[in-house]
Antibody, heavy 117, light 107 residues
């Protein structure tokens, strides 16, 4: 059974770094791409970035300078790090498994992150 | 980036009614179009991929169509559990981009 679960802090101070972990089961991160998608409260979905099954990464150009996505294949985990957080980075951060057509067929439950002092 | 324009912003439907949601891409996306349903406090759920392929476990009252830049999601026989926000997403070019969402309510 495919499952993704995000874990990370619920509260981050402005200018600090967000670190979120996506723990995957039911598939290998070396067999499928995994993306991060975020959603500000009451708003729509924004693709943040992805780590391809081969290990390379791609980022939303608007966030690229602040973003890093990596993985630990031995633990089947994917990591998101975003620095210099601001209040408009507040939202729910999801990890999602990608299907072949670059759609997202399985999503984690998400982690709600608030950027506030 | 490819812009995805969704319409309408919101709609309400009666039980058993058929509704349609439209999605217009700013350039051709070769059917790399997916539809998702999101309920309050939940993560999005994939309904349709490749414009018209039904995801496993999704009721057959959901269907997708379209080509080029214009796509639509049809929900036949509206049910109470169909309430939620619907998003389209293009997977043709990176960055993947989503429509702004359509809120569907039961009248």
């Amino acid at each position: 059974q495919v499952r993704l679960k995000e874990s990370g802090p619920r509260l981050v101070q402005p200018s600090q770094t967000l670190s979120v972990t996506c723990t995957v089961s039911g598939f290998s991160v070396t067999s499928y791409h995994v993306s991060w998608v975020r959603q500000p409260p009451g708003k729509g979905l924004e693709w943040v970035g992805a780590i391809w099954k081969g290990g390379s990464t791609d980022y939303n150009s608007a966030l690229k300078s602040r973003l890093s996505i990596s993985r630990d294949t031995s633990k089947n985990q994917v990591f998101l790090k975003m620095n210099s957080l601001q209040t408009d980075d507040t939202g729910t951060y999801y990890c999602a498994k990608q299907g072949r057509g670059n759609y997202f067929d399985y999503w984690g439950q998400g982690v709600m992150v608030t950027v506030s002092s | 980036d490819i812009q995805m324009t969704q319409s309408p912003h919101s709609l309400s439907a009666s039980l058993g009614e058929t509704v349609s949601i439209e999605c217009l891409a700013s350039e051709g996306i070769s059917n790399y179009l997916a539809w998702y349903q999101q309920k309050p406090g939940k993560s999005p759920q994939l309904l349709i991929y490749y414009a018209s392929s039904l995801q496993d476990g999704v009721p057959s009252r959901f269907s997708g169509s379209g080509s080029g830049t214009q796509y639509s999601l049809k929900i036949s026989n509206m049910q109470p559990e169909d309430e939620g926000v619907y998003y389209c997403q293009q997977g043709y070019k990176y960055p993947n981009t989503f429509g702004a969402g359509t809120k569907l309510e039961l009248k």
